[in-house]
């Protein structure tokens, strides 16, 4: 049976997309390269729908970026350099699960911490958290911690509290939130362990993991259903 072609058209209006979307996967290397007539019209075939396929459904999973730069090395002929992102996703995925974690084990461990001289400094601190210097300035900025100042020297120390704040605020900044949404959350934990806007982020955190640990299994199954196409 002869191939069916298609028409840019044709392969947008499936996908809910525009002619010039479609050119612009091609040139971007989402997609392979058409045939042209002898017109220079394009002409797809279901392997460009099944790779417009893989592409739309990795999208949520992975982010544009990375969904781009796996559909480019399966055209350039280097599958294991585009199942090494995938691989690299689920890790990332991975240890933002284990963040997860690592914030409800420290919400159970959580309670109010005497306010006391602190010994703590930013540096010893930034090193921990791995964080620049810059961003624990920025922090206590935006309210996120409070150091006091060593009367002596003027710098920054950091009591028990502040360290357990800190440490709470990159755990949710690893997962994503803003300063302007840990702020709030750090301000109720300091308060004598409350932690109720805490718990209620994680629960959240928990349902996006999810959505996106569902979102990699569709992009996974899209992406081998055009592999397999394209080694027949």
Do not use: C
Not at 18 to 39: K, M
Not at 82 to 91: K, T
Request: no cysteine.
């Amino acid at each position: 049976m002869p191939e069916k072609f298609q028409r840019p058209v044709d392969l947008a209006r499936a996908h809910g997309l525009s002619t010039q979307a479609i050119r612009n996967y091609e040139a971007a290397g989402i997609l392979p390269d058409a045939e042209r007539t002898d017109s220079g019209y394009r002409r797809y075939t279901a392997l460009h729908a099944a790779a417009l396929d893989a592409f739309v459904a990795l999208v949520p999973g992975h982010g544009h970026q990375a969904a781009t730069e796996i559909l480019r090395a399966v055209h350039r002929g280097a599958v294991d350099d585009a199942l090494r992102i995938v691989d690299e996703g689920h890790a990332q995925l991975l240890e933002d699960r284990r963040t997860v974690q690592a914030v409800e084990a420290a919400l159970q461990d959580l309670r109010p911490v005497p306010q006391g001289r602190g010994d703590t400094f930013v540096g010893p601190l930034s090193r921990r958290l791995g964080v620049r210097p810059a961003t624990l300035r920025k922090w206590e900025r935006a309210g996120v911690v409070q150091p006091g100042r060593d009367p002596r020297t003027g710098f920054r120390v950091y009591s028990a509290a502040d360290v357990r704040d800190a440490l709470l605020a990159h755990q949710l900044r690893r997962g994503g939130y803003l300063l302007r949404q840990v702020a709030p959350v750090i301000a109720q934990v300091r308060s004598a362990g409350s932690v109720e806007a805490l718990e209620a982020m994680l629960g959240d955190w928990r349902a996006r993991l999810t959505g996106r640990s569902r979102a990699m299994l569709a992009g996974a199954a899209a992406l081998d259903a055009y592999l397999r196409l394209r080694e027949r």
